[in-house]
Every structure is written in C-alpha cells, then in structure tokens.
C-alpha cells in the first residue's frame, strides 16, 4: 500500500513558478513509476507528466514540455514538479500517483487506469 501526500500549491502570479511535492509512505517509492495529473474546475482529470522508477525515463504532455520538470529523490520518498512560466490555464488540482505494481514503463502512462494510488490533491492558481 502506498499513501500520497502532495504540498506546494498556492496563488502565483501568471509568469512565476511553483514546485509541487508528494510525500510518499507504504511500499518503498523506488518500486513505482509516478505521475502527476491535474483537474481543473468542470474538466476531466488530465495527465501532465510522469517519470520511471530510476528517473531515466520521462513523460509529458504536450502543454507543459519546457515549463515543467517532474523529478524525484527515492532516499526521500519524495516526488516534485518544478513549474516555471506558469499560465492562466495551468490552474487546477494536481495530483501525485503511483502505477499499479507489474505495469512496465509505456505510453499506458499517460493514461489514469494505470495508477493505483492517489494523493487528495493540492490547489494551483495563476492569476492573470
């Protein structure tokens, strides 16, 4: 069993950075790829990056290439997402996941059926 806790959410103006973090508890870190998504109001939850077990590996969509960088640190259990250049549109809850234990690094990734685990979410908000 895994639980996720995500923190660094807050108000930012459009243009200023954030750096999300998810703490991590339960079934060591290093064995599970993670992701972050986000659900803004009225919107179906959406993938925004993730990263393989080793960080050799990562996704992201297509929004966020060259503003957000997804890391991690397994010696902490930790999981972040630097966001620069923060827009308007990145408003939303952002979520930390883990892939279900057995699913092998892909494009099944992107998608949610491959999370088991998920944090409550933390609030981003850029003002324009």
């Known amino acids: 069993q895994v639980q996720l806790v995500e923190s660094g959410g807050g108000l930012v103006q459009a243009g200023g950075s954030l750096r999300l973090s998810c703490a991590a508890s339960?079934?060591?870190?290093?064995?599970?790829?993670l992701g972050w998504f986000r659900q803004a109001p009225g919107k179906e939850r959406e993938f925004v990056a993730a990263?393989?077990?080793?960080?050799?590996?990562?996704y992201y969509t297509d929004s966020v290439k060259d503003r957000f960088t997804i890391s991690r640190d397994n010696t902490k259990g930790t999981l972040y997402l630097q966001m620069n250049s923060l827009r308007p549109e990145d408003t939303a809850d952002y979520f930390c996941?883990?892939?279900?234990?057995?699913?092998?690094?892909?494009?099944?990734?992107?998608?949610?059926?491959?999370?088991?685990?998920w944090g409550q979410g933390t609030q981003v908000t850029v003002s324009s």
């Open positions: 339960g079934r060591t870190l290093s064995t599970s790829h």
């Open positions: 996941a883990a892939v279900h234990a057995g699913i092998a690094w892909g494009t099944s990734l992107q998608q949610r059926p491959a999370y088991g685990h």
């Open positions: 990263i393989s077990r080793d960080s050799k590996f990562k």
